[in-house]
């Protein structure tokens, strides 16, 4: 096909007839006029035409695509901490505002989402609440927003956790499971105070995994049905005052790495 017919074709389709198309583009047009009408979507890429300020052909994720490649980059950053559990399908626009707990818990995570970076340190959050009351749905927008972002996040399920350190314990590892804890981006603890608790639990693991956090300036963001006063009493495994000295020490690591968000009331079904 010569130059002439091929500017006739250009001129009969929708989409370049009012382009005004230098001869040496003429051809790359004309190619691309032929691609968008016989295979215009390849391997999930759509077929584009760009004019200003020059000519060129180039691909753009369909709609499907690009919400394959979010969730791949999601599930690249978003680490699961030998569990089986997974988040919720969560995004922080469509956490309930319905009343002032709430909207301080928004704007809280919003502002952490808009100030972090890896080399600039902005406390997490202990999101204290009921069952129901939306406290791991949080956590988990607040966690793929990050992973989108390609910040890693390690999210642990509590009681799952006692399970694999006892599986390091015996597998030799147990430094290297501990080392994830102390490590990632940014640590994520749903249902804090679920898991079952010992003394070495809580003073071999628990308080020097958030010393070491706190040291290195890494945001820890934990959810628990327990308040701070509740937690105390449950830490505090040994009735006499080196046990509570050791829960009050924990407690303390929460407050220093933590905002304290509360989460009274259940979010209406509609």
């Known amino acids: 096909m010569n130059l002439s017919e091929m500017r006739k074709e250009i001129a009969r389709f929708e989409e370049t007839k009012d382009l005004n198309v230098n001869d040496v583009d003429v051809n790359k047009v004309y190619q691309y006029i032929v691609q968008k009408q016989e295979n215009p979507i390849k391997d999930g890429y759509e077929i584009m035409l760009k004019s200003d300020p020059y000519i060129e052909i180039y691909y753009r994720p369909t709609k499907e695509k690009a919400t394959e490649i979010k969730k791949s980059r999601m599930r690249h950053h978003l680490k699961f901490y030998d569990s089986e559990v997974y988040i919720q399908d969560a995004t922080l626009s469509e956490f309930d505002c319905y009343n002032e707990e709430r909207v301080q818990a928004f704007e809280k995570a919003q502002y952490f989402l808009d100030h972090y970076r890896k080399n600039q340190y902005e406390q997490g959050m202990y999101i204290h609440g009921q069952y129901g009351t939306g406290k791991s749905y949080l956590l988990s927008a607040i966690a793929q927003e990050l992973a989108q972002r390609g910040v890693t996040v390690l999210f642990v399920y509590m009681p799952d956790l006692t399970r694999s350190l006892k599986q390091g314990m015996n597998e030799g590892n147990l430094e290297e499971r501990v080392n994830k804890l102390k490590q ?19 003073d071999e693991i628990l308080i020097p995994v958030l010393q070491y956090r706190l040291s290195a300036k890494l945001p820890v963001f934990m959810s628990s049905n327990y308040s701070h006063l509740q937690l105390l009493d449950i830490m505090t495994l040994v009735k006499d005052e080196s046990g509570r000295s050791k829960a009050g020490r924990l407690i303390q690591r929460l407050k220093d790495l933590m905002i304290y968000i509360k989460l009274t009331e259940i979010p209406f079904k509609h």
């Open 184 to 202: 990632a981006d940014v640590l994520m603890m749903d249902d804090f105070g679920g898991e079952n608790v010992s003394t070495w639990f809580r």
